[in-house]
């Protein structure tokens, strides 16, 4: 399979999983509270990954583990709590809006850490499905409170994910996207996801009944979908493609956020279809190649 088509698969196959990812914190939300969610499935992705970590131990990117270590805590734990927590005071819509900026502090930090070029028309194009984010989110009919604070959560996790995306082209672009999944949880992020399990009372409370299990379960997807394998299939778009245009899976997410509340009884209204059209129509212009 050539590189373009393989670019596009990867892309919609994250926002495809990535989009699900805003329901299934809700349901664990219902079971466990912010700090448990982050921390599980930070925990349960390095558990499922140490098998084939440890097999690969041999090459272990040494040399970068300082970049290794921004990765992973930017892009790899730091979020997973931010999103959670946020979600506790805020709809998912809103929460999708905020996570579509993500093109736009790619651009920021590429362009002021590491010297990263786009095209005038790739800019136009995060302008465009930004804009369609927008309207997706806000035409749901909803009379949300803006809340400040889990806002500023969310801008931050949406940050930390740009540092760690445009950390791994321009610093790890050299370690095989599985390899690097695999070290990422595994040896870098197991033993803090323990500790704050431990710090939240996880171990302590933790009571086995019909509630728990169903509330680990989806966790479980959430942790090895969402996270496990979608860090994989991300750091394999990054490898072939530019920050910019990987960053573009936030814009996409909230169309399939939006699918999952049709699933779940709820309508599609008029201005939402607009902004799933819009958002579409600025990814053509991201097929534009930045000048090297």
Same mark, same amino acid.
């Given at each position: 399979?050539?590189?373009?088509?393989?670019?596009?698969?990867?892309?919609?196959?994250? *926002?495809?999983?990535?989009? /699900?990812?805003?329901?299934?914190?809700?349901?664990?939300?219902?079971?466990?509270?912010?700090?448990?969610?982050?921390?599980?499935? #930070?925990?349960?992705?390095?558990?499922?990954?140490?098998?084939?970590?440890? *097999?690969?131990?041999?090459?272990?990117?040494?040399?970068? @583990?300082?970049?290794?270590?921004?990765? =992973? &805590?930017? +892009?790899?734990?730091?979020?997973?709590?931010?999103?959670?927590?946020?979600?506790?005071?805020?709809?998912? *819509?809103?929460?999708?809006?905020?996570?579509?900026?993500?093109?736009?502090?790619?651009?920021? &930090?590429? /362009?002021?850490?590491?010297?990263?070029?786009?095209?005038?028309?790739?800019? !136009?194009? &995060?302008?465009? *499905?930004?804009?369609?984010?927008?309207?997706?989110?806000? $035409? %749901? $009919?909803?009379?949300?409170? !803006?809340?400040?604070?889990?806002?500023?959560? @969310?801008?931050? =996790?949406?940050?930390?994910?740009?540092?760690?995306?445009?950390? #791994?082209?321009?610093?790890?672009?050299? #370690?095989?996207?599985?390899?690097?999944?695999?070290?990422?949880?595994?040896?870098?992020?197991?033993?803090?996801?323990?500790?704050? !399990?431990?710090?939240?009372?996880?171990?302590?409370?933790?009571?086995?009944?019909? $509630?728990?299990?169903? +509330?680990? $379960?989806? &966790?479980?997807? !959430?942790?090895?979908? +969402?996270?496990?394998?979608?860090?994989?299939?991300?750091?394999?778009?990054? /490898?072939?493609?530019?920050?910019?245009?990987?960053?573009?899976?936030?814009?996409?997410?909230?169309?399939?956020?939006?699918?999952? +509340?049709?699933?779940? %009884?709820?309508?599609?209204?008029?201005?939402?279809?607009?902004?799933?059209?819009?958002?579409? =129509?600025?990814?053509?212009?991201?097929? /534009?190649?930045?000048?090297?």
């Amino acid at each position: 399979m050539n590189t373009e088509n393989l670019k596009w698969i990867l892309l919609i196959g994250l *926002s495809v999983i990535w989009g /699900s990812s805003f329901i299934l914190i809700k349901k664990s939300l219902e079971h466990f509270n912010p700090y448990e969610v982050g921390a599980l499935r #930070v925990l349960i992705s390095g558990l499922v990954l140490m098998p084939y970590a440890v *097999s690969k131990i041999k090459q272990f990117p040494r040399k970068h @583990l300082k970049w290794l270590i921004i990765a =992973a &805590v930017s +892009g790899n734990f730091i979020p997973m709590f931010l999103f959670p927590i946020a979600e506790t005071q805020i709809t998912s *819509s809103i929460a999708g809006i905020i996570n579509s900026m993500m093109p736009i502090f790619v651009i920021i &930090v590429g /362009s002021l850490v590491w010297k990263f070029s786009t095209t005038r028309k790739q800019l !136009l194009g &995060v302008l465009v *499905s930004f804009f369609g984010a927008c309207i997706l989110a806000l $035409g %749901g $009919g909803g009379s949300g409170e !803006l809340k400040i604070i889990p806002i500023l959560l @969310l801008l931050l =996790a949406t940050l930390m994910y740009a540092i760690s995306t445009t950390t #791994v082209k321009s610093r790890l672009h050299e #370690v095989p996207a599985t390899i690097m999944s695999a070290f990422v949880f595994s040896f870098v992020l197991l033993f803090p996801s323990l500790v704050v !399990l431990v710090l939240s009372g996880f171990f302590r409370d933790f009571e086995m009944n019909q $509630g728990t299990l169903q +509330g680990l $379960g989806f &966790v479980a997807m !959430l942790s090895v979908f +969402g996270t496990g394998l979608a860090m994989m299939m991300n750091y394999k778009l990054l /490898s072939i493609s530019t920050p910019l245009f990987a960053s573009t899976v936030t814009l996409l997410m909230p169309i399939v956020a939006i699918i999952w +509340g049709i699933l779940d %009884g709820e309508k599609l209204t008029e201005v939402q279809t607009i902004g799933a059209i819009i958002i579409l =129509a600025g990814l053509i212009f991201l097929r /534009s190649k930045p000048k090297s």
